[in-house]
């Protein structure tokens, strides 16, 4: 471990929005990204696997993987466990697309590691000599099954800093997230073990959304990450103006990448508070919605969560830390 910087362990289900935070994780000085953990989510296990083997892998980032958690941990053994709605656009050609189409890339030769993703991170939280920061980007699955596994880990983590929830906003369910809502169980496990939780909510990351001019901005880096991040921003302002318009056009939330620029800038989260958070567990249109208490005579504080985001802090960490790409090639490219 390199002394001086924050230790993280990176847990995703790799899309679009993921292989932007493996990046950011990657490049940042400040980071030292000690491992990823895969998990389920917007995509079969197997896939957002392979897809963050893919990342890695182009990067040329000796990051090791570890494989996690299939499903979640209560919530599909319930038949009548509320599903959410996906909807997908269709292109001039007939051709269906959504949220979570990836670019396209070649299938990794590179291979996960044989342990356990939450063996991983449980291993990792007891013999650390600092503590590890979690940034958990998908369903809190591995996180929540490693709080029950080892408890004692509390004590040897810093923060877990936690893409989920929302306040005011959703999108898999009338009042839920999509992270949340796949495994509010896991999420709530996590609420309960006493380990500094921070979340960054929709409502964040939907005033962090960046605009179409950080398109050319990545590709006038003139390096394959600032091209490959740029390529990536296109391709969720499409779909967000096809899908889900914001407060205005042209512009699309990097969800996961929001809660590695929290690490490096805390600014770029103006409206953060402490609150006493739980999340709502039944099988109707309420499943895993946050409860926060606003009563005067609220509960104890147990979680950090975001109200807001700014999109001009979160633009200027994503190009500080691609402009220090220079140099890095992907595999098979020659300088």
């Keep these: 471990m390199v002394e001086g910087k924050r230790k993280v362990i990176l847990d995703v289900d790799t899309g679009t929005d993921d292989a932007t935070a493996i990046i950011l994780a990657a490049l940042a000085p400040k980071i030292e990204l000690l491992g990823i953990t895969t998990v389920w989510g917007n995509l079969p296990l197997s896939v957002t696997t392979e897809q963050t083997l893919m990342i890695t892998e182009l990067m040329k980032k000796d990051i090791p993987v570890y ?3 299939p499903g979640p941990i209560a919530r599909g053994l319930y038949p009548q466990a509320h ?14 697309y959504g949220y979570h189409d990836l670019f396209q890339l070649p299938r990794p030769s590179a291979q996960a590691q044989r342990r356990h993703g939450v063996d ?20 809190l699955t591995n996180i929540g099954m490693a709080l029950r596994i080892a408890p004692d880990i509390v004590k040897n ?9 929302g306040i005011t906003q959703s999108n898999s369910t009338l009042c839920a997230e999509g992270n949340i809502f796949r495994d509010p169980e896991a999420a709530e496990i996590l609420l309960k073990s006493g380990a500094p939780a921070t979340f960054i909510t929709l409502d964040a ?26 390529e990536i921003l296109r391709q969720r302002i ?27 800038d805390p600014a770029v989260i103006p409206d953060m508070r402490r609150v006493h958070l739980n999340v709502c567990l039944d099988h109707g249109n309420g499943a895993g919605a946050f409860l926060i ?10 979680a950090n969560v975001a109200y807001d985001g700014s999109w001009e802090r979160f633009g200027e960490v994503v190009m500080d830390t691609l402009e220090k790409a220079e140099g890095l090639f992907w595999k098979g490219e020659e300088k």
């Design 67 to 69: 494989v996690g958690c």
């Design 83 to 96: 599903k959410e709605h996906r909807r997908v656009a269709v292109d001039a050609k007939g051709k269906e």
């Design 120 to 139: 991983y991170i449980v291993e990792t939280c007891r013999t650390s000599r600092e503590k590890i920061t979690l940034v958990a980007a998908g369903p």
């Design 157 to 165: 983590i810093r923060e877990v800093v936690v893409m989920g929830g």
């Design 205 to 230: 990351t939907h005033r962090a959304a960046l605009p179409v001019e950080y398109v050319d901005r990545c590709r006038g880096l003139g390096n394959p990450v600032g091209d490959f991040f740029a």
């Design 238 to 264: 499409r779909v967000y103006n096809a899908l889900q318009p914001l407060w205005r056009g042209d512009i699309a939330p990097i969800h996961d990448a929001l809660c590695v620029a929290y690490l490096l």
């Design 293 to 302: 208490d606003t009563r005067y005579y609220h509960l104890k504080e147990n």
